[in-house]
Every structure is written in C-alpha cells, then in structure tokens.
C-alpha cells in the first residue's frame, strides 16, 4: 500500500553496470570501533635503539616504563592528553642495556635487568641510585619479574647463563636458584595472576616451564610443555589456568591445569611474535568493570592483533610502519603502548573523562560533603542566552525525531527534476562521466527531447558533445545508442558544424574514430574467420 | 458471486460530521472508509440499482446528537436515497424519474438535526439527465437543473437552468451561494438562506475566454475561483456585490459603479476585479479554499496539488502523486482531507505538511498502450494461488489486487522513473506474467525510441519475498532478444524456467540458478540467464506456453504450433496450420488438448490435439481471451460480439465455458465492456464461507475482469450463481453461428467427439517424436545443430529403422 507518495527516482543508465557495493570497513563491529578510538601519537622518537620492552604500572596513575637502550624510560601515565616523561626520567643506572622492566605490585619499585647479569631495583617516584643490586647472572639477564600478588619482598629473573633466580629483594639474597633451568636462553616469563609463587619461564630451547617455590627444589619444575619455537614470550591469562606462549609465527595457549593440554594456536602473524600482553575492551556501559579482556600480540610483521581467548577469534588487527618489539596496555584501558625496533613507541590514546570522573568523587569523599557547582544564570545581556539550548543533546530517555534524510542528488537530477533538459545534458556532459552522460540521455529520449536538446545546444555545448561522442561512440556499452545519436547530431546540426573551426577539427576526429572502429571491425572479422574452422574442427 | 474492483473516483467522496469515515461512491453502493486504517467498514447497498452520483452528509450541530449519522445519495436510477449510514440501514427513498448526476443540498447546513425539533424542508438541486431528448441532437439541452422538496417528495418551481449535458453542482459551504461551469463561463445563484423562496433566487454570471472546468468558493468571503482548460485560475472578489446585496446597499452599488475601475472583470460582471494565477500546464480539475479561506488548493492532470496562500499568491507545491488528479475534499476534521486520484486511488492526506497517511486503493484503470506496439499486452495476469491479479499500470508500477478481498495487496515498482501524467507515452510495462506458484514473477517494459533512437526493451525477473505479492528484482536482461520486442512469456509450472518469444524470430529459455563466486570468500549469487535459443524458420514466434505438468514447450511460429522439450531444446512436432498469426496458447488441463486464438482477417478459436497432431475442432470466432482450468478439460473464452451500435452498458461480449471434447459450450454467459477483458480459472478461496457452504471438494472459480477492471467471480457450474441472463436463446443463436464458422476439417466431418475414447485408451504415446526424424533433425537453429555428418548417419538409420516397423 503505498503509504507515502513516490519519491524522486534519480536517472540510471540501463546500459551502465552498476559496481558492487564497496565492501564495507570493518569498522563495523563495537571491537574495531574500540581500537580505532585511541588516538595516536608517537611518544618517543629519539631513542634509535629497540624497545625491547614495555611495562605498565599496576596502580594508579600506571606510569610507562619502557627498556630502551641503557636507560629505562619512565612516562607519566596521569599526564593529559598524553603520556609525558616523568621529570627524573630516564633511570639511568645501567652500565649497558637495560632489559625488562617490572613493576612492583604496589607501583612503588621497579626492577630491571640488563646485559651486565645485574638485576637492580628503583624507586619509581623520584630520581636516584638503585635501591638494591642482585648479582649472581653471569649472563645478560631478559627476565624479571616482580609477583602480581601482595608479595611485595620477593622477584625472580632469568638470564642468558639458564639461571634462574628467585631473589629476597631487600636482603638482595636468592632464595632458590636453579642452574641450568633451561638448555638455552631464558627469555620470556610471567609471575601467576593467583599465586604469588607461581611463574612460568620460556626460553630458547622451544620450552616452557612452569615453578612453583614452594615444592622442594627437585619436584621444580612441576611443569614443563616444548612450544615449537623458540619461545619469545609467556603470559598468564587472567584465570590464571591458561597460559600464552608466543614464539615464532604462532601464539599457543595452554591450559596449565589439566597438565599442559594444547587449546588453542593461534597462526595469524607472518613473522616472530615478540610480545604479549593483556587488554581490555572498555563497553561504553559503566555497568562492565573491565570489560572483556583481549591478548594483544605484537610481532616483527608489523602488526598488532588483538585477540578474544574467550571465544578463540581475532578480533581486530592493527598495521604499524615498523618492526614491533614490545606492547604494553594499560590497566585503566585508556592507554597503549608499542615499542619499535628502531626506537620508536607509539601510542595510543583515549580522552580520559571517566578518570576525572574518578578524581572529583575521590576528593568529594574525603571533604565529606559535595560541594554544589556554581552555575551561572544565563541573562539577556549575556551573548550565550541566546545561543542557550543550541548544541544540547538528547538523552537516552529523550524520544528523537529525526529530520528526514536529506536526498542527494545530483547536478542533472535536479535539473531534470526542473525539467531544464538541456542543462542537464550540458551539466551531465561537463562532468565527464560517460555513465551519467548515458543516463541523462536516455531519460531524455523517455521524455521525447532529446532531438530538441540537441537542436538547442550552442556552439561551446555542441562541441562538448562532439568530444563526449568521439570519446564514446565506439564504447561496447553504448554504442548502439550512441552511434545512431552521432548520425542525427551530424545531421541535424551541419551548417553549424561547417561554419565553425573547432567543430570542424571535432568532426575530424569523429571520423578518424571511424576509421578506426572500422579497422577494428575488419580485423575482428578476419580472427574470427580464422578461429571459427578451428573451432568447427575443435568440436568434431 | 462475487463483485469487485469498483471505481472509487466516479464521484468526489465525502467525510462524515466527525471526520473519521469517508463515504465514496462505489458502483450501485456507497462504501464506508475509516479514515484512521483506510479500511472498508461497511456499505450502504440495497437501495439503488445504477451508479451513486453524489452523496451528501447531514450536518449535527449540538454535541449530544453525535452519533447521528445520516445521508443523502442520489444515483443514475432517478432516485434519492436517506440513509443511516452508521447502522447502515434505508431510511427513505425519493423517486426523481431522471437520472440524476448531481445533487446538493445548500440548506442543509441551516437546519442542522438537533438544533430545532420540527423538520424543516430540504431542498435539493439537482441536475438530471432529460431522457427525453435523444443525445443525437446537436444543440439541445440534455442537462437540467431542478430543485426538489426532499422532506415533500415533490418537485418545487421550474427549470432553474438547462444545459448542454448534466452539469456537475456545486454549493459553497455555507449553503448560501449554488454554482455551475457552463461552458467559458460561471453560473452561480444565491440562495435566500432563512425562508426558501423559489423565487427569491438571484442568478449572475461570471465570463471568462476558455472554458471553465472547475471553480469554488471562498468559505466566509465573496470570493469565487474558476480554473480553465489552460491551467489557468481565477479569482473574482466581491462577486455578485450589485446584485446579491439587499436594497440597503444601494446607493453602495451605484458609488462603485461609478468610481471604481473593476481590473479583470469581462463583460461588465458583478464582481470587484479579477486576478489570474498561472501554474498549472494543463486543465485544472479542481479548486477547493480551506475552511478558513487563507489558501486555495488546485490540481490538474499532471498530478500536483499547488497550495495557493490566498492573500499573496505564493505556493507549495505536493508533487508526485502519480496520476491526474480529479477532486480534492476537506474534513471537518483541519488536519486531515482526501485527494482523489484518477488511477482509482484516494489519498488520505495529513494537512499542514500534505503528507499521505493512508491510501485507499481501488484496482487501478487499464491504460492505452502506445501506437506501433506490436502483439499483445498483458492486460492482467493472475496469481491463481493466492487469488490476485497482476494489474500493468500506467505509473510503471505491478499493482497486486486481491480478488476475494476486493483491496490492494501491494504494488510493484517496475521502472525506477518518475511518471509524469501529462506527458506522452513513452515507456510502458508490455507483459507480466506470474508463476503458477506465484514465487515468480516477469515483467517486461518496453521504451520507446524518440526518432529511431534509444529504444530498449527490458526483460525483468522478480522473486516473491516471504509475503505474498512482495517481490524483489532478482536479474535485468536488456534487450533480451536484440531490439526485437517481446511476443510472450510464461513460466514452467513446477522449475524455475522461463521462456519468451519474439517477434524477432527466436525465443530463449531462461533458467534461474545460484553459484557461488569463490574468489576471496564465499559469495553466493543467484540469476537468471539465458539457457537455450531456438527458431523455426526464421518465423516471428508469436505466443508460448508449458504444458501443466511443464514438460512441453509449445512456442506458436506465426501460423503453426511447435512443441518442444524445453530441457533438450529439442523441437518435438509441429501441429497446424491457421492462416493468420496466431496470438494466444494454452494447454487444456491434463488433458491433450491446445487450444490456440487467432486474430486478424481470419479469426480463429482452434483446439488441437497433441496426440494426433492435428487439429481437433476450430470456430471462427473473435476471441479476446482464453483460460483454461487446470484440472478439468474445460476451458473458457472470452469472445467479442462486433456488433456495430457502441452504445455503452450493453452486452457486448459472451464468455464461452467449453468441455474440449465436445465443440458445444458448456455455457454461455453475455457480458458488458469485453473489449480489454480478460478471463481465468481461479481456485476457490477457501476463506470465503459462501465456497464452505456448498460440498466439500473445492470448485475452481471463473473470474471475468472486464475493460474497466471491474470483476465478478462466479462458479461456472452452479447454475444459481450465473451473471445476466443464461438465456437459452442466446446460446442456441451462438451454436448456428458457430457451426457455420467451423473451418477445415470439422466443418467437412463435424465434430470429433466420437473419436476420443480410443485416444483415452492409449495416452502412453504423446507425440511420438522418434518415427518422423526427418521433420525435426533438421530443425533448431544453427548452433544447435550437430554437423550434417553426425545427421546425415542418424537420418539414414532412422529410414532403416522405419522399414521393419513399416513392414509389420
């Protein structure tokens, strides 16, 4: 039943093939539309050396640290609207490369290792020399790692010497050590997410192994899987019962409880994987803590991939110009970070208006009560009233009415809508786009005008159909319509056409076309008259 | 018995006192819309026997009287009706003798019911149709005006005017002034709105240079707007100030005689001045002033209603309704009135922003196919299942109408192009045709080229949606057979297989199927293409048709049928041999019948048989359709009567219901506006109560669809049921005809009626294509055809073959 009356059906040429619909972006899904909102920057550029290493600080206001070099760079993660380097930043204690830096679980200390064996600790706050110096590595040590849980004392780190170390840190003593934990480098590990005396170590000999320092030293390791490559990275998933390795192209998840069973791999990085961490997806409903947490893996290809171990899927891929070594997300989801090989971290980030949120509510709490916002009375004299209400926007509650669409039409569509037909044939011809040339003069021959267009057209439009015809009268497409027009046009506008030179010089050009087409035509007919006995004889 | 498909636009409709019923007149019944769902509530029938003219509602005026609703309907039987229309029910009927076209009451907003307890008279005016002067005189005045007592049911005073024909009346709103267009110019009269004296009624003139088609008045002003033929409007003020004004004012008069120039007025009429407001390109068929005067609404044949603001001239436009226009009614209601389309459909418009809220659609007009259009057009196809017809619109449009339900199902756009009424023809949809199943429809529209050039012929494909009669288009085929236009096409019952013929010699299968594109993801298409070609001897392929159960191809070549296996593409035989084109197939049922129409010098309905291969019986008859049932061996015709008197409303086509065995109707059935009609077998509604009634089993029904698109649907073997007169003597003086029309070999032997049942007995054998090899081997167009090698040995082994059988 038609509720509506007809609308305006723009032209179409019958002739012209309509393209198939651009394939979407894929931006599409909520996730894609999470990752393209960060805004992004590079945060540092001058450091030429790779960033082997990114580390967010557990609380709040997660600072970066970043190993780069023989400094750990540290950036204030409370900065707007983006991370800037923390005013005794870089810690600088290092004889030679710094390598991974981790946070103590109360943000307040920081460990790193580095190319010298030594493991030192930092405070994070303010600039000065390393609070403790573990030595034992003989070794470049890749590997510290403070506990996620409240234990606050203690740290472990593994070294290119196979050692492995689980320190006393304020006594700076190993409280166990295991020589030889791997047949080669150690170069990835992860403290549990639930036990503080749980960590899993990956290294070069294609294994991982998983330690628990409350077992005698002989049952250690209670758990040990080959991975297949060399193993770059180990993560712990948040369960703590699933465990992500990456070396190689390929991700592998585990399931540590049941013995180190296979569940997933992931195969979507062209090159080495070089890191892991976590990520959250924020929902835009408050109701989700965290939201729905994302394994990022970064690799030499390039690329970011963000991937949902919940359901086994990637979920949204992210290119970088360069070779990416290190990835880093921050645990308030309004931050990421990506370190580079040569020296370069980009980052990613969010308008931080829930944080601020936060601050005010915090301070509203400690004064007891909340201080009411002055507003200010709009009046007559003031320039605003009158703007007043201008850019409001509708709540979730509000029922929108919205204005109807607004139908885009183009230049000829809307002359023809006004039935100036020659206009729109000039228009549609100056525009050069021999599709809506076809269109606009098929409507017109549905409308019986186009004869008496052309009849009208002056010198200028008439040679601007001439070149259109030049150009397209031979066109497959078009052809049997064009062809019978350019004999009319020819016709009907001869006199003109001789008393004019650039005409002339048009008319010269539509018969070399001519000759062309003929020749094509002659040769056509020779080919065919030369396949078609084969194909008489291909078909016997 | 069912009718349907009424014009809803004979006459202007009319809203009841609260504005939420529409009363339209629809043939001998007035229909009542709400306005709220634009749906059919009831219909006031029963009391006339000719088409309602006009309808007039009874005003209240007291809040309490709400609920009554009553009406005055005048129709062409010479009667006025007062009717109850909220019950419905026949209040009084006045008998007026003369057909009578128009009818107002001006008093009649007076007196309204309620305001005071004694009946007043109702005065009428009419204008009646004078019967007694034959149509054939050139200046006589058919058309008069008189004025009726309704509360009296007598006539009062004389002729108040006679006219060429009857004209249209019309009364402002508040009952005070009465007008007509007589030819180039105005007559109004003012009528004495407190005691009513026949001969206190003043009469002026108002003159104009073309002939005046539609005019109003102003609600509260002396203001009255004519449009002319041209597209032009005028507006008189202070019309009738000299003469319609009491004594008191003159000495007002004389001054404004004297001192003031009147800019526009012709002839020294008695109106102040008179503007011209031009926008229209065409004739102006109606004006109408808002309830408050401050615009004037008018529309013309290329369907766009201008709103005029009164006071400055300036206009808004409503574009795009698709149709001339032809009246345009306001409610009591401010934000709701009505437009009345030509195309059989009333627009219920929203106010301030003109918006259509509800549309309440009669089947729409059939239209005039374009000169130079070759073969036949598809007047209506029918989806037999869900019982709709397929209606070919003037607006490029399939219109999807409900035959048991009589309303609009939906509407197809075919063409994606503005329809501009007023302009030639130039694009028009040639052939629809429906699936069995209706899952599938085809359309073909045809441009027409402007000089020789541009002309396109466009074969479409639409699947049915998960509703009925919602269809998407699934494939275009430009041009599908070169620039030759299309003669036919039909869908096989049971595949998704099309065929078309044309007039270029050729016609192609086209089959529907789905691949998947593999070449990143996985990509499912689907689509029409073409499958197989075929000709036979380069002959204009006229017509085609799939058996039943849609394993025969019969393609008509002209003057001879060919049969075809529609899956080989294999020509299987050829049958006939009539002597003009012929134009229409069918297959008969299950049976083995054919039953081809032919037109031209020598008319033809043969039946031929497939089994034999020859013609079965034929008559010479002018047949404008053919439908055949599909479970029963009989089949109906449409036949036009040539008779020479065009006088309209008489019977001037027969339906014939004829058993295939047996050259004797079945029955016979006379019928108005056959020209354009068409006929099919429908099965029964199994909704409709009137079909549960009778036994269990399910009758198919006859539907007729006349020139008009009006319908009746009609069980052709209920006796009761039958429409006219199933007078025996017009069947008898039809079979004389008929026997003496026989051609060939029925009119040697007479009929075959007795050779049939040895046929029954060996139906296994349908065509047997294998025993005459020679007539088809050679058959099929040339890409088809193996080299002659490969036919040359299967010729020579088909004639070996052939002896042996021969022999024995």
Redesign the interface.
Same mark, same amino acid.
């Given at each position: 039943? +038609?509720?509506?009356?007809?609308?305006?059906?723009p032209v179409?040429s +019958?002739?012209h093939v309509k393209p198939p619909p651009p394939r979407r972006p894929q931006s599409l899904t909520p996730e894609s539309r999470f990752w393209r909102s960060f805004r992004h920057s590079e945060l540092a550029s001058g450091l030429i050396l790779p960033v082997t290493a990114l580390e967010f600080s557990p609380v709040a206001p997660y600072h970066v640290a970043a190993a780069c070099s023989a400094a750990v760079h540290l950036f204030d993660g409370a900065a707007s609207p983006s991370l800037a380097p923390l005013p005794h930043s870089p810690l600088s204690g290092f004889s030679d490369i710094a390598y991974s830096p981790s946070f103590r679980c109360d943000g307040a200390l920081l460990a790193a290792g580095g190319e010298s064996g030594l493991v030192q600790v930092f405070r994070v706050d303010k600039a000065g020399p390393p609070l403790r110096r573990l030595r034992a590595h003989g070794r470049p040590v890749r590997v510290v790692r403070y506990p996620r849980l409240a234990d606050k004392i203690h740290l472990f780190s593994g070294g290119d010497d196979a050692l492995l170390a689980y320190w006393d840190v304020s006594s700076e003593a190993q409280v166990v050590s295991f020589p030889g934990a791997h047949r080669d480098y150690i170069r990835a590990g992860s403290a549990s997410p639930t036990s503080p005396e749980v960590f899993a170590t990956g290294s070069y000999d294609h294994t991982v192994k998983l330690w628990d320092i409350r077992v005698p030293p002989g049952s250690n390791p209670f758990l040990g899987f080959g991975h297949g490559d060399p193993v770059e990275s180990v993560l712990f998933l948040p369960s703590g019962g699933l465990l992500a390795t990456a070396g190689g192209n390929v991700v592998k998840i585990w399931d540590i409880i049941t013995g180190g069973k296979l569940i997933h791999t992931i195969e979507s990085h062209n090159k080495t994987v070089t890191s892991l961490c976590l990520g959250r997806i924020k929902n835009e409903s408050p109701s989700h803590d965290g939201g729905e947490p994302r394994l990022l893996s970064v690799s030499i290809d390039g690329y970011m991939k963000s991937f949902d171990f919940s359901t086994f899927k990637i979920t949204h891929s992210m290119r970088y110009p360069a070779q990416l070594l290190s990835v880093g997300f921050s645990p308030s989801g309004n931050a990421r970070v990506v370190g580079t090989s040569d020296g370069v971290i980009y980052m990613g980030m969010k308008k931080r208006k829930r944080q601020e949120e936060k601050g005010t509510n915090a301070a509203s709490e400690l004064d007891g009560f909340i201080p009411e916002p002055e507003k200010q009375v709009l009046r007559p004299t003031n320039y605003r009233y009158f703007h007043r209400g201008k850019s409001e926007k509708p709540q979730d509650t509000d029922y929108v009415i919205q204005r109807a669409a607004k139908v885009k039409l183009a230049e000829h569509d809307k002359l023809l809508k006004k039935f100036w037909h020659k206009e729109a044939l000039v228009v549609a011809l100056s525009q050069k786009s021999a599709s809506s040339v076809a269109a606009v003069?098929?409507? !017109? =021959?549905?409308?019986?005008? !186009?004869?008496k267009c052309v009849a009208n057209l002056d010198v200028d439009e008439l040679g601007l159909l001439l070149r259109f015809l030049h150009k397209n009268a031979t066109s497959p497409r078009y052809a049997r319509?064009l062809m019978?027009?350019t004999k009319?046009v020819l016709e009907m506008r001869a006199y003109d056409i001789q008393s004019n030179n650039n005409l002339r010089i048009c008319v010269r050009n539509l018969k070399r076309m001519i000759a062309e087409e003929i020749q094509i035509q002659r040769t056509l007919q020779e080919i065919q008259g030369m396949i078609s006995p084969l194909l =008489?004889i291909a078909?016997? | 018995m069912i009718l349907g498909g009424q014009s809803l636009v004979s006459s202007p409709p009319v809203f009841s006192h609260d504005g939420k019923k529409l009363l339209v007149c629809t043939g001998f019944t007035v229909s009542i819309f709400s306005t709220s769902t634009g749906m059919k509530i009831t219909e006031l029938e029963g009391g006339h026997t000719d088409r309602v003219t006009s309808v007039v509602v009874v005003p209240v005026a007291a809040p309490s009287s709400k609920f009554i609703s009553y009406c005055w309907t005048s129709s062409l039987d010479g009667t006025i009706c007062y009717w109850d229309f909220s019950v419905p029910e026949l209040i009084k009927k006045v008998k007026v003798q003369l057909p009578i076209h128009s009818m107002v009451i001006p008093n009649i907003s007076c007196t309204p019911i309620g305001s005071s307890e004694k009946t007043s008279n109702h005065y009428a005016f009419i204008s009646v149709e004078d019967l007694t002067i034959s149509a054939d005189e050139n200046k006589a005045f058919r058309g008069q005006i008189q004025i009726y007592n309704l509360t009296k049911s007598r006539r009062v005073g004389g002729l108040l005017a006679e006219t060429r024909k009857p004209a249209l009346l019309s009364a402002s709103k508040n009952g005070e002034f009465l007008g007509i267009t007589n030819k180039r110019k105005l007559d109004i009269w003012k009528i004495p709105s407190n005691d009513f004296r026949i001969d206190e009624i003043k009469k002026i003139k108002l003159h104009h240079t073309k002939k005046l088609t539609a005019f109003a008045f102003h609600p509260k002003l002396r203001m009255v707007a004519g449009g002319d033929v041209t597209g032009r409007i005028l507006i008189w003020i202070g019309v009738g100030r000299r003469k319609f004004s009491g004594d008191s004012q003159a000495t007002n008069k004389k001054k404004n005689l004297t001192d003031e120039e009147k800019p526009g007025v012709r002839n020294n009429d008695d109106a102040d001045s008179c503007s011209t407001w031009h926008w229209h390109p065409s004739e102006i068929k109606f004006l109408s002033f808002s309830s408050d005067g401050a615009y004037l609404y008018s529309g013309g044949k290329e369907g766009v209603i201008v709103i005029w603001q009164v006071d400055t001239g300036k206009k808004k436009f409503k574009p795009r309704l698709g149709s001339p226009l032809l009246y345009f009614t306001e409610s009591p209601d401010p934000s709701l009135s009505c437009v009345t389309c030509a195309d059989n459909h009333i627009h219920l418009l929203k106010m301030p922003t003109m918006e259509i809220t509800k549309s309440i659609a009669g089947i729409k007009l059939p239209f005039s196919y374009p000169v130079g259009h070759k073969g036949l057009c598809t007047q209506v196809a029918y989806d037999e299942t869900a019982g709709l017809i397929a209606v070919p619109t003037e607006d490029y449009c399939v219109q999807f109408f409900s035959l048991f339900d009589n309303h609009e199902v939906s509407e197809v756009q075919v063409c994606k192009r503005n329809f501009q009424p007023v302009d030639d023809v130039t694009l028009y949809l040639a052939l629809v045709s429906v699936s069995l199943d209706g899952s599938l429809m085809g359309t073909v529209d045809v441009k027409i080229p402007e000089d020789g050039l541009g002309g396109l012929v466009s074969l479409k494909f639409w699947m049915r949606g998960s509703r009925i009669a919602e269809y998407s288009l699934s494939t275009v085929i430009y041009e599908p057979h070169s620039d030759a236009e299309i003669s036919s096409l039909a869908f096989r019952p049971g595949h998704r297989m099309a065929v078309t013929s044309s007039f270029g010699g050729d016609f192609k299968v086209w089959i529907h199927n789905s691949y998947i594109k593999s070449n990143d993801q996985l990509h499912q298409r689907t689509g029409w293409r073409c499958q197989s070609v075929g000709s036979y001897k380069g002959r204009p392929m006229t017509a085609a048709a799939f058996s039943a159960d849609g394993s025969v191809l019969a393609i008509a070549a002209e003057s001879v049928v060919t049969l075809w296996d529609p899956d080989s593409n294999l020509l299987v035989a050829v049958i006939g041999d009539t002597h003009s084109p012929i134009t229409s197939l069918s297959f008969i049922g299950n049976s083995e019948y054919l039953v081809s129409l032919t037109c031209g010098s020598t008319p033809q309905l043969a039946v031929l048989s497939t089994s034999k291969l020859r013609l079965s019986w034929s008559y010479k008859l002018v047949a404008e359709a053919l439908s055949s049932s599909r479970d029963t061996s009989q089949f109906a015709v449409l036949v036009l009567l040539n008779s020479q008197d065009k006088v309209e409303g008489k019977e001037n086509g027969v339906i014939l219901l004829f058993d295939v065995e047996d050259p004797v109707p079945v029955a016979t059935w006379m019928v108005k506006k056959a020209k354009g009609g068409s006929v099919a077998f429908i099965p029964a509604n199994p909704s409709s109560d009137e079909i549960k009634a009778m036994d269990g089993e399910k009758p198919s029904l006859l539907v007729y669809v006349n020139g008009d698109h009006e319908y009746i649907i009609f069980d052709p073997h209920n006796m009761d049921n039958r429409i006219g007169k199933s007078s025996r003597t017009s069947q008898i003086a039809l079979e004389e005809a008929g026997l003496a029309g026989m051609l060939g070999y029925a009119s040697i032997y007479g009929d075959l009626s007795n050779l049939n049942p040895k046929q029954d007995q060996v139906p296994e054998i349908t065509f047997a294509p294998s025993e005459r090899p020679w007539e088809t081997i050679f058959n099929g167009s040339s890409h088809v055809l193996p080299p002659l090698t490969k036919l040359c040995s299967t010729f020579l082994a088909s004639l070996i073959e052939k002896k042996p059988s021969m022999s024995e």
């Open positions: 039943m +038609a509720d509506e009356s007809k609308p305006f059906f179409e +019958a002739h003069m098929e409507e !017109l =021959v549905a409308r019986k005008k !186009l004869l319509f019978g027009l009319k =008489v078909g016997r | -």
